[in-house]
């Protein structure tokens, strides 16, 4: 059997980081049919790999790295492994290897014989920085909403003044909103806990401070203004409040039922991707028009929440995300069109026929 030499190289400076070397391979294309294969050529065979072993072990103590084996179908996560032996600091979470400085990361499912190298494969490696698991993140991010709201709810001393500390709205509307403040965030909690399957285990551990801000900064400022004492109720009153409830509820219920779709479709420990279809649940059939019709509802429940509460840090919110979930749906868009070629063509990313 063939085996691989893969040095790999720091992608910025070029030095070689580490060398994982292979076993004489000369047996086997000699002798590829296997009928001149006798013992004693097994033996010599032997004799060759274990010196063979022993000087590039020498060699790479030389230059001040690591020979271990690797095998022909050795996946992109084996052999970060092995490099993790030689650098602790490296763990395979932190690590992106790459065919080129500037190409793309390589999957950690992507086999080493299935890859154009030939039989020394130079891979070149880049730090991604300290990693955090996505489900940390999305537990910190959606937690952090849910208290600070509450905090103004309640009106806690510090925020509104003496006269107003734990003091309660006369408005119904501000109860209402949030009810559904906090229905929202909960339900996102849960889904990240017993819904979510992620395709990439961990992120870069900096990422948490740039969301958490993002999301408890416009938590407190939405909360600050729906619960300060002198908020106003919408304009058209409680009308306003049941329509945009009603559009509230329905998107929250079409966001889990999209949720679960996704779910369903990759096996627990896969990262086997699919292309979506609508099932029997009313709300899943929006894939027959939109790629990501989970945002499309995350953006529809911001709407509802905006137009009950009539308030403008609301709304602003509810515009931000909606720029940020398109930009995620266009990609996501196009990498479904790149991976399947029988994809719906009459799809869009976001919003059906429009973006």
Request: net charge positive; with cysteine; hydrophobic share 45%.
């Amino acid at each position: 059997m063939k085996h691989y030499e893969v040095e790999i190289l720091d992608a910025k400076t070029r030095d070689k980081l580490c060398f994982l070397d292979k076993l004489p391979w000369l047996a086997g294309e000699l002798f590829s049919g296997g009928s001149l294969v006798s013992p004693l050529w097994e033996w010599l065979s032997a004799v060759v790999d274990t010196l063979h072993q022993h000087l590039l072990g020498l060699a790479a103590f030389a230059v001040g790295t690591t020979s271990l084996h690797v095998e022909p179908n050795a996946t992109i996560a084996e052999i970060k492994n092995l490099f993790t032996k030689s650098h602790p600091q490296w763990y395979p979470a932190r690590q992106s290897l790459r065919l080129d400085p500037k190409g793309k990361s390589l999957k950690d499912e992507d086999v080493l014989q299935n890859l154009p190298v030939g039989t020394t494969a130079t891979l070149y490696f880049r730090d991604l920085g300290a990693q955090i698991s996505w489900v940390t993140v999305f537990l910190t991010e959606y937690a952090g909403p849910l208290l600070i709201y509450l905090l103004f709810y309640f009106r806690v001393p510090f925020i509104y003044g003496p006269k107003y500390d734990f003091t309660s709205s006369k408005h119904s509307v501000v109860h209402l909103a949030c009810i559904c403040h906090s229905f929202h965030y909960i339900k996102r909690l849960l889904e990240t806990l017993f819904v979510h399957r992620f395709s990439h285990g961990t992120m870069p551990l900096r990422n948490i401070f740039k969301n958490c801000t993002y999301y408890w900064g416009f938590a407190a400022w939405m909360a600050y203004y729906i619960n300060h004492p002198l908020y106003t109720p919408p304009t058209y009153g409680d009308e306003q409040v049941k329509l945009a409830l009603i559009l509230f509820l329905f998107c929250q219920l079409g966001n889990f039922s999209i949720h679960i779709a996704l779910r369903n479709l990759r096996p627990a420990g896969s990262k086997t991707r699919k292309i979506p279809y609508p099932t029997k649940n009313p709300f899943t059939w929006l894939f027959l028009l939109v790629s990501c019709p989970n945002y499309t509802y995350e953006v529809g429940s911001w709407i509802g929440f905006a137009i009950m509460t009539q308030c403008l840090p609301v709304a602003l919110f509810s515009l931000v995300g909606f720029i940020q979930m398109t930009i995620w749906a266009k990609g996501k868009h196009r990498s479904y069109l790149k991976e399947f070629r029988d994809y719906p063509p009459l799809r869009s990313p976001i919003v059906p026929f429009l973006l």
